[in-house]
Nanobody
């Protein structure tokens, strides 16, 4: 059974940094897509960053040049380095993976991803 567990969330000041981790168990990354999503109260879950089976990376415009997604195959972990955080980055952050081959530009549609973690809260204060 595939399980995803996020960690690394917390509080940060405007302009600060946090690094999120997603530990994957029961999952071997092969040709699937993996991504980070976020959801704030009253808003839909949105894609933040994702990596495809052929290692193409996509970022939301709102986080480009501030966030970096990376994958450590040996550690079976996905990371999201978040720099220059802003109050509007405040949200619950989730990692997710597909259970099918996923090549080309990774999707940001939530229905494309079949396994989700429980989320980790990020709060940025001004």
């Amino acid at each position: 059974q595939v399980q995803l567990v996020e960690s690394g969330g917390g509080s940060a000041q405007d302009g600060g940094s946090l690094r999120l981790s997603c530990a994957l168990s029961g999952y071997t990354w092969n040709r699937g897509c993996m991504g980070w999503f976020r959801q704030s109260p009253g808003n839909e879950r949105e894609g933040v960053a994702a990596i495809s089976g052929d290692q193409l990376i996509r970022y939301a415009d709102s986080v480009k040049d501030r966030f970096t997604i990376s994958l450590d195959n040996a550690a079976n972990a996905l990371y999201l380095q978040m720099n220059n955080l802003k109050p509007e980055d405040t949200a619950m952050y989730y990692c997710a993976v597909t259970n099918h081959n996923c090549i080309g530009g990774p999707p940001f549609t939530t229905r494309s991803y079949s396994v989700w973690g429980q989320g980790t809260q990020v709060t940025v204060s001004s």
